[in-house]
């Protein structure tokens, strides 16, 4: 079965840091993958995206991430975090096989704190 | 604009009740999920919908059932409520493999 982790729980870091969040997955084979962010009150909504082409994937408000299929990693990156990047950041994976169907595998979240 | 609603922001529920949660989206979805979220878990699945009453298992389906009689619609029941099934609960649809799941805006359950 796939799985995911992430490797923090919590981030805490102040305005203009950089920002990486961790993010691996069990399964061998093709994936899809995906970064989702809850803003407090808020909805999940999708940051970025991977399916397949270029590794290094830009999304939404200056985040992007980069597939390293030898490290089974899908990293977050964000050169210069605001604080109006509080949020909790999930990693999602969703193996193209047909026992996995059409359901994604969320790692843990991280919780990201931004100090003004 | 892709719309998943739920049908409660918040709700308190005793042990032992019946609890429906109720989810619905306009986008013409064929598959649909339920997933609670809990700190330190992230989002499991527990049941999820490829088509009209067909259903299947998620990660953690126990103590729960489902319905799905039409396609814009997926319901979610807690037979007996418990304490340990207090938690957020998040429906999303999806239009397939290639796609992004949309998530409505969740039900923060708590069973006393």
């Known amino acids: 079965a796939q799985s995911v982790s992430q490797h923090n729980h919590h981030v805490i870091l102040s305005e203009a840091a950089s920002l990486e969040l961790g993010c691996n997955y069990s399964y061998g084979g093709t994936v899809n993958l995906f970064w989702y962010v809850q803003y407090p009150g808020q909805h999940l909504q999708l940051l970025l995206k991977y399916f397949s082409g270029d590794p290094l994937v830009k999304g939404i408000k200056g985040f992007e991430a980069e597939f390293i299929k030898s490290k089974f990693s899908f990293n977050l990156r964000k050169p210069s975090v605001q604080w109006s990047d509080t949020a909790e950041y999930f990693c999602?994976?969703?193996?193209?096989?047909?026992?996995?169907?059409?359901?994604?595998?969320f790692g843990g979240g991280t919780r990201v704190l931004v100090k003004p | 604009d892709v719309k998943v609603t739920q049908s409660s922001r918040y709700l308190v529920k005793r042990t032992g009740e019946k609890v429906f949660l109720e989810c619905v989206q306009d986008?013409?979805?064929?598959?649909m999920f339920w997933y609670r979220q809990d700190p330190g878990l992230g989002l499991r699945l527990i049941y999820f919908?490829?088509?009209?009453?067909?259903?299947e298992k998620g990660d953690i389906p126990e103590g729960y059932s489902v319905s799905r009689e039409k396609k814009e619609r997926f319901s979610l029941i807690l037979e007996s409520a418990s304490t340990n099934q207090t938690s957020m609960y998040l429906c999303?649809?999806?239009?397939?493999?290639?796609?992004?799941?949309?998530f409505g805006p969740g039900t923060r359950l708590t069973v006393t």
């Open positions: 986008m013409d979805h064929e598959n």
């Open positions: 999602a994976v969703n193996a193209l096989i047909k026992a996995a169907g059409n359901k994604l595998t």
């Open positions: 999303a649809s999806y239009q397939g493999r290639g796609y992004e799941q949309y």
């Open positions: 919908s490829y088509d009209v009453k067909m259903k």
